[in-house]
């Protein structure tokens, strides 16, 4: 019986590692350990820090204005923003492969990945990609997305969704959106050629993405 419980306990750890349920409300004791040893880190190292709150200056932080539901079958969504008091959408970044990464702030998994999709996002050429990050799912008690962004900064633009954001990525992939992180490729007419749903590390979605910019 003991040995039953030991097995049960690793399992329910792997399922939380490739994702979390939007049910979720606290995290894992893995998760705050993590938070921890993260925060001794950062505070045993002035120059990470001040490198970090470099950073942070350059995070682009947008509120999701609008939701417009995607015209035909597979096609994306187009969400609007405003930006250094300009209005930008989806459909904007019609012509370059977009990666929307949807997440949120007590997602341990979404957490580990957000390093990886910040490399991607200065590697790959800015007039091909464009990376974007969707906070969802906002927990009670979980961090407000700005908060979370001060101490965990990233390179790419993040927009704060809502439900209707979710919905209508949702209907268009034909299937409900209930886990994150969930992440989708839209090529460059538009189209959502491509879900992934639970973490992922830098090579393997650089395998994906690649597809879809040559």
């Known amino acids: ?14 399922v939380i590692i490739v994702g979390c ?5 606290k995290q894992t004791s893995t998760d705050k350990l ?8 950062k505070t045993q190292s002035t120059d990470t820090k001040t490198a970090s709150n470099n950073i942070n200056n350059d995070t682009k ?11 035909g ?11 250094n008091g300009k209005q930008v959408s989806i459909n904007d970044l019609k012509g370059k492969v977009v990666f929307v990464n949807m997440w949120a702030t007590w997602c341990g998994p979404c957490i580990k990945e957000m390093p990886d999709l910040s490399k991607i996002s200065e590697e790959l050429p800015a ?33 704060d969704g809502n439900q209707e954001v979710v919905d209508a990525f949702g209907e268009s992939n034909g299937a409900t959106i209930d886990a994150v992180p969930t992440s989708f490729i839209i090529d460059k007419t538009g189209n959502i050629a491509e879900v992934i749903v639970g973490g992922r590390k830098k090579d393997d979605f650089l395998k994906s993405i690649n597809k879809y910019l040559n």
């Open 21 to 25: 349920n939007k049910d979720t409300v």
């Open 127 to 159: 007039d091909k990609f464009q990376m974007i990050g969707i906070n969802v799912f906002q927990q009670p008690g979980s961090k407000k997305v700005e908060d979370f962004l001060k101490t965990n900064p990233v390179s790419y633009t993040i927009l």
């Open 61 to 71: 932080l947008y509120k999701v204005e609008k939701v417009e539901k995607a015209a």
């Open 1 to 14: 019986m003991k040995n039953l419980k030991v097995l049960i306990l690793l399992l329910m750890s792997t």
């Open 34 to 41: 993590n938070e921890k040893k993260e925060a001794i880190t």
């Open 73 to 83: 079958k597979k096609g994306s969504p187009n969400l609007v923003w405003t930006e």
